[in-house]
């Protein structure tokens, strides 16, 4: 069975998403041969009557320990940076970067799961109020220790990308390979403000595929990238921010290539994310099988050169 060149998004794992499901989609996803998982030590506090996160780790460190051998054929990638300090104190008290909070996030992380290493160890915002060599040298100790792999930047303005990797650079540790942002087919227009742009810097941009396109070793996920459904259910409308003529000439285009093709619109998504130039790693967050079938399908097709034209000039 090939590997699949996307991540299965655990955040409501634990949560909105019971166990039994839980655990059926990842036994799916692994036998169909994926690899990636992708956490956050704050999932999912906005659903838990507690007010903090960890439900999504805790269900996989329950799903590890009662499958023996399969941490062995997957990659764990969890978030520190936005778990709350009080109940309610979203976004302004939360854990942030220092080397304390990642300190004992980190221990905390692999306690839940169960496990002596996390294979991606992703900083889930940017703390400004914390010095960036204070982060970069806490991750760099870790990573020196085993107990992280890579390290990535998610929902960071490209020019501190660039400057956490100097800064590794001069303090001889791990430096950042990998960026996770929000990214989709279709695309909000430029400067809305509102929940669709919660994190200021958190989109992938021309300039960013432009940056990781020109990198040797940059890793680059999209998270939403099929829209919370709004590419298959009417019931679930795209945001207001998306209202403009290229939405609507895209729709069409995604429309007739998903046709000619006999698959979903959504896994024409996948399959021009991960095909695209650079490639973008989707995370999928499933809560049904078909929907998670439909990923796996969208990431083994392979699309035509004329039909990702297609797609690629429908603006």
Request: proline share 5%; aromatic share 10%.
């Amino acid at each position: 069975m090939s590997r699949l060149d996307l991540a299965l998004g655990a955040m409501e794992f634990g949560t909105r998403i019971d166990e039994k499901t839980s655990f059926a989609l990842l036994d799916q996803y692994v036998a169909e041969g994926g690899v990636w998982i992708d956490t956050a030590d704050c999932y999912a506090f906005w659903q838990s009557d507690s007010g903090f996160g960890g439900q999504s780790e805790e269900l996989l460190g329950r799903w590890l320990a009662q499958r023996p051998g399969v941490r062995d054929k997957v990659r764990i990638a969890t978030k520190v940076g936005w778990e709350p300090t009080v109940v309610g104190g979203y976004p302004e008290q939360c854990e942030g970067l220092g080397t304390a909070a990642i300190d004992a996030a980190l221990e905390t992380s692999l306690r839940r799961m169960g496990i002596d290493h996390i294979d991606l160890y992703w900083a889930h915002r940017d703390d400004r109020n914390t010095p960036m060599e204070e982060t970069i040298a806490a991750f760099g100790k870790h990573h020196a220790a085993g107990t992280i792999g890579k390290v990535g930047l998610s929902n960071w303005a490209l020019w501190r990308v660039e400057r956490a990797r100097g800064l590794a650079a001069q303090l001889g540790v791990v430096e950042p390979s990998a960026s996770q942002l929000r990214y989709s087919y279709v695309q909000p227009r430029p400067f809305v403000r509102g929940h669709v742009h919660n994190h200021r810097f958190g989109w992938i941009t021309d300039e960013v595929l432009d940056f990781v396109e020109n990198q040797q070793d940059w890793d680059l996920w999209a998270y939403t990238p099929l829209m919370a459904g709004s590419y298959e259910r009417d019931d679930r409308p795209l945001d207001e921010a998306y209202e403009h003529p290229g939405t609507t000439r895209r729709l069409e285009a995604l429309g007739k290539v998903a046709a000619e093709l006999g698959v979903s619109r959504s896994s024409v998504v996948v399959a021009w994310l991960c095909g695209g130039t650079p490639p973008v790693r989707p995370i999928v967050g499933a809560s049904r099988p078909e929907q998670l079938t439909a990923a796996i399908t969208g990431a083994r097709l392979e699309l035509a050169p004329e039909l990702r034209a297609e797609l690629d000039a429908a603006w």
